[in-house]
């Protein structure tokens, strides 16, 4: 059974950063595709980044582009999400997910989240103005 558990979330001031962590265990191959996700109260959860873990491709959302950085240490089973030039409209609950045994992730990340069948419980990110 897969298991994601993230850490790293915190409260922030606008402009500043922070490092997500997702652990997964339990899994069993290594072309997955593994990514994050954010939700706000009300709204539906959205893509804001993925990584296909086989050849490390990584995609991003364009309201993220250019600020965050998803990466990954198979070593670890661990991956990363580095979180730049942070703003308000970025606070969210981040989800790790993943979906394994896939020939990659798609290159657009909006309306990925039906693809993922591994989640895990979130971790909450707050910046302030």
Known sequence: QVQLLESGG?????????????????ISYSNNCMGWF???????????AL???????AFYDDSVQGRFIISQDNDKNTVYLQMNSLKPEDTAMYYCAAVENVAGCPSVVAGTRPLFNYWGH????????
């Not at 979130?122 to 103005?129: A, K």
């Open 51 to 57: 990584i296909n873990t086989a050849r490390g491709s």
């Open 10 to 26: 915190g409260s922030v001031q606008y402009g500043g950063s922070l490092r997500l962590s997702c652990v997964a265990s339990g």
């Open 122 to 129: 979130g971790t909450q990110v707050t910046v302030s103005s």
């Open 38 to 48: 954010r939700q706000t109260p009300g709204k539906e959860r959205q893509g804001v």
